[in-house]
């Protein structure tokens, strides 16, 4: 069969200046949906879809223009059944690319260029019935995507989950992700990781603490990877939240910084834990998303039950509320008794306080 | 009636081209060209990588890990051409040594890194900090280069300097000094212009020698002897090989005000003839333009012969050229001194030679890199078909002047010719502004050549030897008697010390 496939002479003719081409897994799985509800590629970037069909029934995968995915598939209902035939899809200026029909455990792959104009661009199923709820949006846009969860252009049902961005490696971008880069607001040896491509922190290597956090992306190094790498990588989203003690950790004197060394990580089903030493106690501190991004949990464990009595400082106007598992709150600062092996400790951020926050709810 | 030209005109017109065309050989067809002997293969990259290569090794299982700009470092299995993730988000990582088949070290800006896939999924997930004793200021420049491993275990590191091009960040790792933010590369904090050695045994990381501008290239010749490349610029009339050793001073000032004992003054109000005696002078420089722009990695050829007739000596990569250039080393008066010669022009070799490593079959890889800078990405592997070159094996000081020994007799009839050659000698100077003209420019006569019987040696006898001179040997088109002609018609000793 005739691989089927639309790409306008206006797309191609447009000087290309996109960087690099990208290949994508789509999968149609099971409950009428797609593996990705977002893809990211860049204006005229050269894209390849790999189409999955994982499901029982049989799928296709159609790209529209944008805000033309109701009316493209109510297009290929009126088909009927000579629909069939043509794989569902309407022969109409609004469809810019297309998968034919595929039967369950197929695959097809398929090339096109991405429209220059920036824009959510819908994808569908328009087999009759599916396309109502079988869909996604193809972000061709170099900027951060909106929250996903007021996202539009995606199922409702599906305003949770996770969105794959395009990838600059050899490889598909998976979270938690990690960069070691030359960060904004912190010391030379930085190190970015997204626990989820919308929520971020940034850890200092060299002075082994969390400088700050964000949400809304992670980060972007395109500057920084150009040429020498001058340029510090580029946060995408807000920060909210930025430590404001200079070392929150303290051993035996809550007024005392403590000499510290960076010892490395280790990483579980990609989650980073870092090890670093303060004044000779060695701590691994592993830092993990609240439900609903709405701050951090750090697990804090020393290699042995403390002989000190350690502080965890922090000051009142960093637009956090912190609880932790073990110790007293006084003025702002934990005392953790003598004999602790491991502190929770959660960084809730404060609505109210936080100017950045109404983003994000609803 | 036309005249026809004297010799030595025909001798000029001959370096003309050779200057044109870098290899002359390949200005005629059915002639015989470095393709009879090498061949280069352009390796099939995954999608997606910017192959932008900081190091490579080959793994005991044959596989090859490469580490690239953007962070990764893959593996490349050569017998079935795939490319695996090992590990990822490093920050610039500009080299890398194998341990085993799930283990690394890897040198990236901020810390020497030990690399482990300890639950046998063929992904890294310990990412151990050996060493990040050392300062940075956030300058872009202050590239970090390594590891190297010795037999003992040791590994050696080296650190750039900073660029005046850039400032610094408003955080820094380090003690900060200012004594020679004046300079057009200086160090900020500790140990930036610095060899390291980062002691097994103690695990520390230990100043081991001062004087590096961008020592892009680290290397053991047969005898495990330290070799650091740079290249030129400030302090560095031309691109330089250092033999390392311990507690020398290897001429770039800005280091020095880490060096203990060093009094508080800036390096740069030293006299430079000051600075010129405690200098430790290069063994090899690169004559600029003639050979090299910008070289990298030294690497001894350990094949034993599987990749040609130069088995023991040194190849060095070379960024702006499509080439390497090979390294003709002798002791004289106890010190490491000699001759660079062109290696895999017109062999279909891409430029930004950066980092260099054989395979067990005797293969040469190349990891190309650009950097922002002049260069190509990718990599390549260079295959020796097997036929021996006519190429100079050795060139070595006499009390009067050189010995060239040869891979092959040379006819004795061409190559006994004095018009043949040309010697000249110059030096590069030593100071503050980037680089250096040729300086003392002078051809030197040629009292007398002699070809040995067997036509493996032709001995030359100068007018004059002086030491602190390049001297720049070009050749017409010796052969074999059986027209094999010779690869590479230049060659450039470095003569620091005269024979006594
Ligand atoms: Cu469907």
Known sequence: MRLFLIVFGLFIATKSFSQSDTTITLQAITGLQYDLVRIAVKPLQKVTIILKNEDDMAHNLVFTKPDKRLSVVEAAIKMGDKGQAVNYVPESDDVLAASKILIPNTTQTFTFTAPSNEGAYPYVCTYPGHGYVMYGALYVTTKPLPPLATDPNIPPSRQNTEIMVSSPHPFTLEYPLLYRTFMPDCGPAAIAVALTSTHSYCFDAGKCYLRYAWAGGFVDNTAHWKGNGNAFAKIQGNIYFKDNVTYPLRVGKADKLPDVSFKGYTLANRLPTFNYALDGVDVKETLKTLANEEGLTRVFTFAKPTTQTLYFVTKSDDGITYKSSVGKWQHGTLAIPKGTSKVTLTMKRNKTQTPHAAAHSH | ?500
């Open chain 2, 1 to 500: 009636m036309k005249k026809h030209p004297s010799f030595p005109q025909l001798l000029s017109f001959l370096f003309v081209g050779y200057l044109l065309f870098g290899s002359f050989n390949d200005c005629f067809a059915q002639r015989d060209t470095i393709t009879n002997y090498y061949e280069t293969e352009q390796i099939k990259l995954p999608k997606g990588l910017r192959a932008e290569t900081g190091g490579m090794d080959f793994m005991p299982d044959g596989r090859l890990v490469a580490c690239f700009h953007l962070g990764e470092v893959m593996t490349y299995n050569p017998k079935t051409k795939t490319w695996k993730k090992f590990a990822e988000g490093l920050h610039d990582p500009l080299g890398v040594v194998a341990v085993s088949n799930s283990e690394i070290l890897v040198v990236q800006r901020p810390e020497m890194t030990r690399i482990k896939d300890t639950n046998a999924d063929g992904v890294a997930d310990v990412y151990e900090t050996i060493t990040d004793d050392f300062g940075m200021s956030g300058n872009y420049h202050e590239f970090a280069f390594g590891p190297l491993k010795d037999k003992e275990g040791n590994l050696f590191m080296a650190l750039n300097v900073a660029s005046n091009g850039a400032g610094i960040r408003p955080e820094i790792r380090g003690q900060y000094d200012s004594l020679s933010r004046e300079g057009r590369m200086y160090s900020c904090v500790p140990y930036r212009g610095w060899v390291m050695k980062y002691n097994v045994k103690t695990k520390k990381l230990e100043p081991y020698a001062s004087g590096f501008r961008s020592p892009n290239g680290l290397g053991f010749d047969a005898k495990g002897r330290l070799f650091v490349s740079d290249n030129q610029g400030d302090w560095r009339g031309t691109s330089p090989l250092y033999h390392v050793e311990k507690g020398r001073f290897y001429g770039h000032v800005a280091s020095l005000i880490w060096q203990e004992g060093f009094p508080r003054v800036k390096p740069l109000s030293l006299p430079v003839a000051q600075l010129d005696s405690m200098r430790t002078r290069e063994s090899i420089a690169f004559p600029h333009t003639e050979i090299a722009h910008s070289p990298t990695q030294p690497l001894l050829d350990n094949t034993g012969g599987k990749f040609g007739p130069f088995a023991g000596q040194l190849f060095i990569g070379e960024m702006d050229y499509p080439r390497l250039v090979r390294l003709l080393m002798e002791e004289v008066n106890g010190q490491l001194q000699g001759a660079c010669v062109a290696f895999g022009d017109g062999t279909g070799l891409l430029k930004g030679n950066n980092r260099l490593v054989f395979d067990k079959n005797g293969d040469l890889w190349v990891g190309h890199n650009d950097h922002g800078w002049v260069g190509d990405e990718g990599l390549s592997r260079i295959h020796w078909k097997g036929k021996v070159p006519l190429d100079i094996i050795a060139m070595n000081l006499t009390t009067e002047g050189f010995e060239l020994t040869f891979s092959l007799p040379v006819d004795p009839k061409i190559a006994s010719n004095p018009e043949l050659y040309k010697f000249q000698r110059y030096y590069y100077k030593y100071h503050q502004p980037y680089g250096s003209p040729k300086t003392d420019v002078a051809d030197v006569a040629i009292k007398e050549v002699k070809v040995a019987p067997d036509g493996r040696k032709v001995t030359f006898k100068l007018a004059e030897l002086k030491a602190g001179y390049v001297y720049d040997l070009k050749m017409g088109e010796l052969q074999t008697p059986d027209g094999k002609l010779l690869m590479n018609r230049a060659v450039f000793y470095t003569l620091n010390q005269l024979k006594k």
